[in-house]
């Protein structure tokens, strides 16, 4: 844990609670294992939407759609998320809850990998999670970039990897170093991306907040 175990139950204990569904799919979650996000990173999250008041968002990682579920309750009425999942185990989980939710007319699922996904899509977004490999972030960010509009938010999950991340690689576990590397890589790339404005957030897990400016020499 980054921040002060108690610290972190003291601000849980302040959350308002979600609605019946989203607690019924975090007690799933919880039971089976799923990685969805933590409290810090909802609250987080509805401030960001709340404050960009996007119209398009892209998702990388679905999970069992968590997530997109939680955004929707926040975003603009004219707004629609695409979000994409390769774990085929959690598609039709995801698929299910969303159809639930009534928002299959705002939640697009994409099934893939999100490698060969990004290059296909033609939209332009304004506001992109991303939470889903880790070890891929750096692969893809510049796909990321490539869908962005100018001015559009970058918010990335678990990238301090609770902690571990300012150890040396030979501290972590060797089936970890791979990506201990590849998060160290993609966090000195968006912190010197002449695309970029980033902050590292230390909260849940780590994250990144950056917004895509463009042009050189920022």
């Known amino acids: 844990m980054i921040v002060n175990e108690r610290v972190v139950?003291?601000?849980h204990?302040?959350?308002k609670t979600n609605t019946p569904l989203l607690d019924e799919m975090e007690k799933y979650a919880k039971k089976n294992y799923v990685p969805i996000i933590r409290k810090?990173?909802?609250?987080?999250?509805?401030?960001?939407?709340?404050?960009?008041?996007?119209?398009?968002?892209?998702?990388?990682?679905?999970?069992?759609?968590?997530?997109?579920?939680?955004?929707?309750?926040?975003?603009p009425d004219d707004c629609t998320i695409t979000t994409i999942e390769n774990y085929d185990k959690r598609i039709p989980i995801a698929r299910d809850n969303i159809k639930k939710a009534n928002l299959e007319h705002r939640i697009k699922l994409i099934e893939g990998d999100a490698m060969e996904v990004l290059p296909s899509?033609?939209?332009?977004?304004?506001?992109?999670f991303m939470d889903a490999?880790?070890?891929q972030y750096i692969n893809f960010l510049p796909l990321a970039l490539?869908?962005?509009?100018?001015g559009a938010v970058l918010i990335a999950d678990n990238v301090l990897q609770e902690g571990e991340l300012i150890e040396s690689r030979y501290a972590v576990t060797r089936r970890n170093r791979t990506i201990h590397k590849r998060i160290r890589e993609f966090l000195y790339e968006v912190k010197h991306s002449d695309e970029l404005v980033t902050s590292i957030v230390p909260i849940g897990d780590g994250i990144t907040l950056s917004v895509k400016v463009g042009g050189e020499n920022v």
């Open 9 to 11: 139950s003291y601000i």
């Open 146 to 150: 490539n869908v962005m509009k100018e």
């Open 13 to 15: 204990s302040l959350e």
């Open 40 to 75: 810090e990173m909802e609250s987080f999250l509805r401030i960001q939407l709340l404050m960009k008041q996007p119209r398009k968002i892209l998702e990388l990682g679905t999970a069992i759609g968590y997530s997109a579920i939680l955004m929707s309750e926040y975003m």
């Open 133 to 135: 490999a880790k070890g």
């Open 121 to 128: 899509l033609e939209e332009k977004y304004d506001f992109v």
